[in-house]
C-alpha cells in the first residue's frame, strides 16, 4: 500500500522503534525489499537518490515501477517511495512524477535560503499529501576522494526549520554516508538530546546506517531517531554474494549465465540484509 511516511514515522516515534529507509537501484533492489517488508509486517520507506532515479531513466520509470509491483506482488504493508537528498529541481521532479515522500537537502545553503526553500516546499507537499524531510548541518561522507567526519546540526537552526512544518528532520550528528572510518568518533548524542529538545515530537532521522555499532543504533531510536537510512549495505551485500557466484564458475555451468540465475545470489544478500535492519530498528510486525 502507497502511503506518505508522515503517519508510520509517528507511530515509529512513540512506539520507540525506527523505520528503514533502503534505496533501491534496480527491478531487484525494489522487489527484495517490498517482499522482505511484506514477509516481517513491518513499514518500509524505498529511498531514490536523484542519481539512481536518472539511472532508472526518470523518476515517473521508478514511481511507476513500485506502484505496479505493489499491486502485482499484493503488498499490503505500508510503503512510501522518497526522494533521498533532493534538489529543489528534483523535489518538484518527483511530486510531479507521483512519488508519496521527498527530503529537500537545503543543507549547503545559507539557513536563512534553507528556511525559505523548505516553507514552499511545506506548502506543495500539504496540498498534494506528501511527506517531506529537510536537513540541517551536512552529512559526512566521501566527496571528491575526501572523507568529512560528519557535521553536529545546530539545534536552534534545527528548531526554525522543524517549526515550518516538515514531517521529518534529518540532523548531523556526526554520521556518514558510506563506509565510516577507522577513526571516527561514534555519534554525538549530546547533539542528538540538544536537537531532541529543541524540536519534541518531530520524528528524527538518522542518514549513514551502514556500520554504525549496534547500541548506538538503539540509543539513537530511544532519543528520537524514527528513521534509518540504509544504501551501501545492501549495496556491498549484492557485490559480496554476485563475486562469490562469479568466482565459483556458476555462470559458465549450465544456463547459469541467465540474468535471471546470475542476480539471484545478490536479490536474496539484499533481502537478509533488510531483514536484519529491520529486525535491529524494531520495526518488524509494526505495519
Ligand atoms: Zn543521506
Not at 141 to 168: N, Q, T, W
Not at 260 to 287: C, D, H, N, Q, W
Request: charged share 25%.
Amino acid at each position: 500500500m502507497l502511503v506518505n511516511a508522515k503517519d508510520m514515522l509517528q507511530k515509529a516515534r512513540e512506539g520507540k522503534y525506527a523505520v528503514g529507509q533502503f534505496n533501491i537501484n534496480n527491478l531487484e533492489w525494489t522487489k527484495a525489499i517490498l517482499l522482505t517488508a511484506q514477509e516481517q509486517n513491518s513499514p518500509v520507506i524505498l529511498g531514490v537518490s536523484e542519481g539512481a532515479g536518472k539511472y532508472m531513466t526518470g523518476f515517473k520509470t521508478v514511481a511507476d515501477m513500485v506502484k505496479a509491483m505493489i499491486e502485482e506482488l499484493n503488498i499490503t504493508v505500508p510503503v512510501a517511495i522518497h526522494l533521498d537528498h533532493g534538489t529543489y529541481d528534483g523535489c518538484m521532479k518527483c511530486i510531479k512524477a507521483g512519488f508519496s515522500s521527498i527530503m529537500f537537502d537545503g543543507s549547503h545553503y545559507p539557513i536563512e535560503e534553507n528556511i525559505e526553500k523548505t516553507k514552499e516546499l511545506v506548502k506543495i507537499c500539504a496540498e498534494k499529501g506528501l511527506s517531506l524531510e529537510a536537513e540541517v548541518g551536512s552529512i559526512g561522507g566521501e566527496e571528491d576522494g575526501v572523507v568529512g567526519m560528519g557535521e553536529c546540526a545546530d539545534p536552534d537552526e534545527c528548531k526554525s526549520i522543524a517549526d515550518l512544518g516538515v514531517d521529518m528532520l534529518a540532523a548531523g550528528i556526526g554520521n556518514i554516508h558510506g563506509k565510516y572510518p577507522e577513526n571516527w568518533p561514534g555519534l554525538s548524542f549530546e547533539t542528538l538530546e540538544a536537537v531532541k529538545g529543541k524540536v519534541g515530537d518531530m520524528p528524527l532521522v538518522l542518514h549513514g546506517g551502514t556500520g554504525i555499532p549496534e547500541d548506538m543504533i538503539k540509543k539513537a531510536i530511544s532519543l528520537g531517531v524514527a528513521k534509518i537510512n540504509v544504501n551501501t549495505e545492501c549495496q556491498l551485500a549484492f557485490a559480496d554474494a554476485t563475486r562469490k557466484y562469479i568466482e565459483a564458475g556458476k555462470d559458465l555451468a549450465g544456463k547459469g549465465f541467465d540474468p535471471r540465475k546470475l542476480l539471484a545470489p545478490g536479490t536474496e544478500a539484499i533481502k537478509e540484509t533488510v531483514k536484519v535492519k529491520m529486525e535491529l530498528f524494531g520495526s518488524v510486525g509494526k505495519a
